[in-house]
């Protein structure tokens, strides 16, 4: 873990990330001028959501607070920073790939912001037990504060908290709603 | 007269069967239950309305009794109006009249004044022998003449199905109010047919889970009050409660040992969720599982050896059980699906029921131990939270229908469905309590 993050540190220059949109260039505080590119990630390279960062080419976290995300991209719409609900599969605490960018902007803002600290919620459908989902709401919490920290955010900034079923989205008993329903949510 | 002496049954000073309420607060709504299935031969039974004090009563004790029958599924009762008599003691019975209209069962009672409450006096015969099968005096206050009517349709349900009777206990379950946007959570406690229905804590955060203490004095369930998961230990009759868990990460799915004094658990302060035994008196913990995969809903086996649980460590949620005193966990659910989960034996510990899923649909199932036989009981999509009457015959649970959560119950043989809904309320997770002593 430790040796993850090291790696990571010393890859220059940082490069920022913004949900969708293409490419365009963003200039921050310090000289380093970074391409944004667009890192939505195509159904064809869904990895299962298992979380291996050194796979990830042309990929490089902003952590060790000299560049990044400050308050302003928290409150932009355009920024990654604006997704806050990560919706999860059936019976499933991985983390899709598609969310990637957004998680790596959080971990990025945290990593920058050492005094933000962040809860991350898990939710789970009705389908079946409640308590299964209770359990399965803090997996997805959990599984998504592993991977923010693993890019550059401070275990002691992310509290994770479980509501399984008992705060949906959704009020509705369809399938569309429960897909809704299974998610973590991002609360600042 | 003797008869009567020799068995008689005292439950003068019972209030709410021994639950003494600091301040009870009846819930607005009164549960209703329609048997939606029964079994074809139900034991045709009249009970003619007993003989009441002048002053009447505050409760209609024979339709108590009527209403109890008749709802167990078991039991076709005769319509008032089609009796040809209404007799209140043994020798005004006319047993030809009965005979010829082929009711096999018959029960007379009166009840009387006292300088306590009331004396309830009854008696069931078999009119083709012409005889009394049993005859009791029942003592009751006022206020619990509810609960002494279920008494009776106990005694009466024993004596012609040879099986002890339910009517005379209770059950608790969540409903769920909406306020405008806002919900409002509430643990209510009621009899078993759903009435006397008494809140016992309200708020405005999620409760979950409540299950009934063995000694059936206490509850236990878990609130959100604070925010995060919490368990909570609450005295039925002082209304004091005692937070027992509220550790890191989720504190949830309590479940009693069968002497009361421990509670299995699932807690992730340590990690993922993991099932831990704590003992009350002395609040230590001990750990049960240790994996990197959900363990979650334990349940005590009736003799306090073993628990079951759900985990999720073979790729799908499956019923586990592993040894209280330690040991490795035995997966009981083969080739019985993608999803089983939330189990609890039955009371002499043959049987499990718990959710099972098969094509989309959640529903509940009971699985025969000794011949790993699993019969699925119900056809909805959405049911779940199963639990057992105390004699193993019925079992409550959770259905969906209309797009609202609400009771059902159906018998462990699958004969029986039925129905039990309060308006204006979502109603779920039932626990169905122990026989009252």
């Known amino acids: 873990m430790n040796t993850l993050l090291k790696s990571i540190t010393l890859i220059t220059p940082i490069i920022l990330l913004t949900g969708c ?68 599969e059936y019976d499933s605490s991985a983390v899709l790939a598609d969310y990637r960018p957004a998680v790596e902007a959080h971990a990025a803002y945290l990593a920058n912001n050492p005094g933000t600290v962040i809860t991350l919620e ?54 569309e709603a429960y897909s809704l329903n299974r998610r973590a949510e991002l609360v600042y | 007269m003797k008869k009567i002496a020799q068995a008689l049954l005292t439950i003068a000073g019972l209030n709410l069967a021994g639950l003494h309420l600091a301040s009870p607060v009846f819930a607005e709504e009164v549960m209703t239950i329609e048997i939606t299935e029964g079994v074809e031969n139900a034991t045709p039974i009249a009970i003619v309305p007993f003989e009441s004090p002048e002053a009447g009563l505050p409760v209609n004790i024979s339709q108590v009794v009527t209403d109890d029958l008749e709802s167990s599924g078991y039991f076709k009762t005769m319509p ?17 009249d009965w005979k010829r209209m082929g009711m096999d069962n018959l029960v007379v009672g009166k009840a009387s004044e006292t300088a306590s409450g009331y004396a309830i006096e009854f008696r069931l015969a078999d009119v083709y022998k012409g005889s009394q099968l049993t005859g009791l005096r029942v003592m009751s206050k006022a206020s619990s003449l509810r609960f002494a009517a279920h008494q009776i349709s106990d005694v009466i349900y024993e004596k012609l199905t040879g099986e002890q009777g339910v009517f005379a206990t209770r059950i608790t379950y969540i409903t769920v109010k909406k306020e405008g946007k806002k919900k409002r959570y509430h643990l209510e406690m009621a009899d078993a047919d759903g009435s006397n229905p008494v809140v016992l804590f309200s708020t405005s955060h999620p409760i979950m889970s409540p299950v009934w203490a063995p000694n059936g ?79 979650t809903e334990a349940a005590f086996s009736p003799d306090g050896r073993n628990l079951v649980f759900t985990s999720n460590r073979g790729g799908s949620p499956q019923i586990y059980q ?27 510990g043959k049987m499990l029921t718990f959710v099972h899923q098969s094509n989309g649909a959640y529903q509940i199932a009971v699985l025969d131990l000794d011949y790993q036989q699993l019969t699925v009981l119900t056809d909805a999509r959405q049911d779940e939270s199963p639990s057992f009457a105390p004699n193993g015959n019925m079992i409550i649970y959770s259905t969906n229908r209309g797009h609202r959560s609400e009771l059902a119950a159906v018998s462990v043989d699958g004969k029986i469905h039925k129905r039990l809904t309060i308006r204006g309320s979502e109603v779920r997770d039932p626990d169905w309590g122990p026989f009252v002593r």
């Open chain 1, 21 to 88: 949109g293409g490419s365009e260039s963003i200039t921050k505080s310090n000289e380093t001028v970074a391409t944004v590119e667009d890192h939505s990630i195509g159904e064809g390279n869904l990895d299962n959501g298992e979380m291996d960062v050194l796979d990830e080419e042309a990929t490089t976290y902003a952590v060790d607070g000299a560049t990044g995300y400050d308050i302003s991209d928290l409150n932009d719409p355009d920024s990654p920073l604006s997704i806050r609900v990560i919706y999860f």
């Open chain 1, 122 to 175: 898990g939710h789970a459908d009705e389908q079946g037990s409640r308590e299964y989902n209770l359990a399965l709401g803090e997996l997805r919490a959990k599984s998504l504060k592993q991977q923010m920290v693993l890019m550059g955010a401070s275990p002691e900034q992310i509290t994770t908290v479980s509501y399984g079923e008992e705060r949906p989205a959704e009020d509705a008993h369809d399938d």
């Open chain 2, 80 to 96: 008032v109006t089609d009796m040809p008599s209404q007799p209140n003691d043994f020798k005004s019975i006319m047993f030809d």
């Open chain 2, 217 to 295: 004095h206490q509850l236990a369930y878990v609130s959100f009050e604070e925010g995060n998961s919490a368990i909570y230990v609450q005295n039925i009759s002082t209304g004091k409660r005692q937070m027992v868990a509220s550790g890191r990460g989720i504190n949830s799915s309590p479940a009693w040992s069968p002497d009361s004094s421990k509670l299995a658990m699932t807690l992730s302060k340590d990690g993922n969720p993991e099932i831990y035994i704590k003992n009350i008196r002395t609040n230590q913990f001990t750990r049960i599982t240790n994996n990197r995969a959900i363990d």
């Open chain 2, 322 to 348: 592993t040894p209280v005193s330690g040991g490795s966990a035995q997966r009981l659910t083969f080739n019985m699906g993608k999803y089983n989960a939330g189990a609890s034996y039955s009371p002499d």
